[in-house]
C-alpha cells in the first residue's frame, strides 16, 4: 500500500475556476505535511505547509483531517500560470531520518 | 546565492554500467537527500545524509549507495544499471535534518538518466 494516494487527474479546467485535490496518506505516525507544486521537467518546489488548523495563502488553501488522514488544496481563481503538477507529501520520523513520501502528482492544467 | 546544484544535468549509459550523481547542496545546509523520480510518477525516497552520516535508506537495491562529503556535497552511485534505473535523480537540501522535519526541502533541478 502506498504511503500517500492522489487522483491523477488530469484536471482541465477554466481560467477562473475553483479546483480542488485531495490526498490520502496511510501511516498515522505521519507528522509533516506539505503540497509542492512541480512544473514540467522542473523540479519539485514547496507551495505550502498543511497544518490542522487549516492554513491559506492567497488564492491557495490547504486543509488536513488528521482522523480521517487526509489532506486538500484548494484553488481559487485560478490563472493560467497555475498549471503544474501538484505533489502531496507526507513525513514520517524514521529512526531520526526525515525523508519526504510524495503522492503521484495531481496534473492540472488551465485552460484560457 | 546559489541553490543546489546537481551534475550533470542529463546522462546516457548503457545496462550494466556504473554512473555517479552529483550534488552541491544550499551553502549553510548540511542535509542532503536523494529521490529517483520515474515518469507518471512522484519522487521516491532513496537516501538521506546529515552531517556526513546516513540517517536513512529507502527501499533500493544495494546497487545504489551515496555519501556525503566534509563539504556536505553528496554523490549518488548506481551500480550495474538497469533499463528501469532510467529516471531523474534528484537532490534535496535542508538546513537541518534530524527528528520532525522543520525546514524547507530545496531541490536541485536533477539528472536525467536513461539506461540504454
Known amino acids: 500500500r502506498k504511503e500517500v494516494e492522489q487522483d491523477p487527474g488530469p484536471f482541465n479546467v477554466p481560467e477562473g475556476a475553483t479546483v480542488a485535490f485531495n490526498c490520502t496518506y496511510s501511516?498515522?505516525?505521519?507528522?509533516?505535511f506539505f503540497w509542492y507544486r512541480q512544473d514540467c521537467r522542473k523540479e519539485p518546489k514547496l507551495l505550502m505547509s498543511v497544518y490542522s488548523s487549516g492554513n491559506e495563502d492567497g488564492r491557495f488553501t490547504a486543509q488536513l483531517n488528521r482522523a480521517s488522514q487526509y489532506i486538500s488544496l484548494l484553488i481559487r481563481d485560478s490563472k493560467l500560470s497555475d498549471s503544474a503538477t501538484y505533489l502531496c507529501v507526507v513525513t514520517i520520523d524514521q529512526t531520526g531520518a526525515n525523508n519526504l513520501f510524495f503522492g503521484t502528482g495531481t496534473r492540472l492544467t488551465v485552460i484560457p | 546565492d546559489a541553490g543546489v546544484t546537481q551534475s550533470p544535468t542529463h546522462l546516457i549509459k548503457t545496462r550494466g554500467q556504473h554512473v555517479t550523481l552529483r550534488c552541491s547542496p544550499i551553502s549553510g545546509h548540511k542535509s542532503v537527500s536523494w529521490y529517483q523520480q520515474v515518469l507518471g510518477q512522484g519522487p521516491q525516497f532513496i537516501f538521506q545524509?546529515?552531517?556526513?552520516?546516513?540517517?536513512g535508506r529507502g527501499n533500493f537495491p544495494d546497487r545504489f549507495s551515496a555519501r556525503q562529503f566534509p563539504n556536505y556535497s553528496s554523490e549518488l552511485n548506481v551500480n550495474a544499471l538497469l533499463l528501469g534505473d532510467s529516471a531523474l535523480y534528484l537532490c534535496?537540501?535542508?538546513?537541518?535534518?534530524?527528528?520532525?522535519?522543520?525546514?524547507?526541502?530545496?531541490f536541485g533541478q536533477g539528472t536525467r538518466l536513461t539506461v540504454v
Open positions: 534535496a537540501s535542508s538546513l537541518t535534518g534530524t527528528g520532525v522535519w522543520d525546514t524547507e526541502a530545496f
Open positions: 501511516n498515522s505516525a505521519s507528522q509533516s
Open positions: 545524509y546529515y552531517e556526513k552520516e546516513e540517517r
